[in-house]
């Protein structure tokens, strides 16, 4: 998924004046919240090409992700991707398969183009399918780098609501209720 960042905004077989770093530095914020001098890095050094950029982010992004894992353990941080990608999966194949409903409705008007219907249909659905995967990655992957992992000792501050001090509680007897 990174390095398909990394292929949209500087190309491979394109010519370095092409290449849009600031971007890709954006979108890696962005998305991933991956703070990566990707201009800095092209500008001092002259040999990095784009393999190089690519692992170095990958690497870079494999490290946060490890210390978010050692951070909660391994466990718990596999019971949260379990999570994710059920969460992530059901909705996207939800969405599939009401996509592929429209599809089969239009899908007759296939044959005054002169194309079999059936093959069109067989065609178009396998891009839809290809299109649920993509997303499917793209999304787990966003959410598991951008998780912002706290621990007990973080959260404890914050859970505690502070105690009231000038608050009657008066209950009505039933009598008066019923009035």
């Given at each position: 998924?990174?390095?398909d960042?990394?292929?949209?905004?500087?190309?491979?077989g394109s010519?370095?004046?092409?290449?849009?770093?600031?971007?890709?530095?954006?979108?890696l914020?962005?998305?991933f919240?991956?703070?990566?001098?990707?201009v800095?890095?092209?500008?001092?050094?002259?040999?990095?090409?784009?393999?190089?950029?690519?692992?170095?982010?990958?690497?870079?992004?494999?490290?946060?992700?490890?210390?978010?894992?050692?951070?909660?353990?391994?466990?718990?941080?596999?019971?949260?991707?379990r999570a994710?990608?059920?969460?992530?999966?059901?909705?996207h194949?939800?969405?599939?398969?009401?996509?592929?409903?429209?599809?089969?409705?239009?899908?007759?008007?296939?044959?005054?183009?002169?194309?079999?219907?059936?093959?069109?249909?067989?065609?178009?659905?396998?891009?839809?399918?290809?299109?649920?995967?993509?997303?499917?990655?793209?999304?787990?992957?966003?959410i598991?780098?951008?998780?912002?992992?706290?621990?007990?000792?973080?959260?404890?501050?914050?859970?505690?609501?502070?105690?009231?001090?000038?608050?009657?509680?008066?209950?009505?007897?039933?009598?008066?209720?019923?009035?």
């Open positions: 998924v990174l390095q960042q990394v292929d949209l905004q500087l190309p491979p010519m370095e004046e092409q290449w849009d770093a600031a971007t890709l530095e954006k979108t914020v962005a998305d919240a991956l703070h990566q001098p990707v800095e890095w092209l500008a001092t050094e002259k040999q990095l090409d784009l393999v190089g950029v690519g692992e170095r982010i990958r690497t870079n992004a494999q490290q946060l992700y490890q210390a978010k894992v050692d951070l909660v353990g391994a466990e718990n941080m596999h019971q949260y991707e994710i990608m059920l969460q992530s999966l059901d909705r194949w939800r969405e599939h398969l009401s996509a592929l409903d429209h599809l089969r409705q239009g899908i007759h008007l296939r044959g005054y183009a002169q194309k079999n219907p059936k093959q069109e249909y067989k065609r178009e659905a396998f891009e839809l399918f290809a299109a649920m995967l993509d997303s499917i990655k793209l999304e787990v992957i966003k598991l780098l951008s998780i912002q992992v706290r621990t007990e000792q973080d959260v404890a501050p914050v859970e505690v609501a502070p105690a009231l001090g000038n608050v009657k509680y008066h209950h009505a007897d039933y009598e008066e209720a019923m009035a």
